[in-house]
């Protein structure tokens, strides 16, 4: 087996580690979690319907 393989798998692992990391410091379960800022709440705007079949056209 060249060497080729077994860095392969040792990146791969590490990539592995990363993800499970930063999934869980962005749950909360690591470390402080992740502080998103409050949204502005949006005001829903209304659509205007056509009133007649001729205002589609």
């Not at 798998?9 to 499970?20: G, S």
Request: net charge positive.
């Amino acid at each position: 087996m060249t060497a080729v393989g077994p860095m392969v798998l040792l990146l791969l692992l590490v990539a592995l580690v990363v993800a499970v990391l930063m999934v869980g410091v962005a749950t909360g379960r690591l470390g402080g979690g992740i502080g998103l800022p409050q949204r502005p709440r949006r005001t829903t705007r209304r659509t205007r319907r056509a009133s007649t079949p001729e205002d589609l056209r």
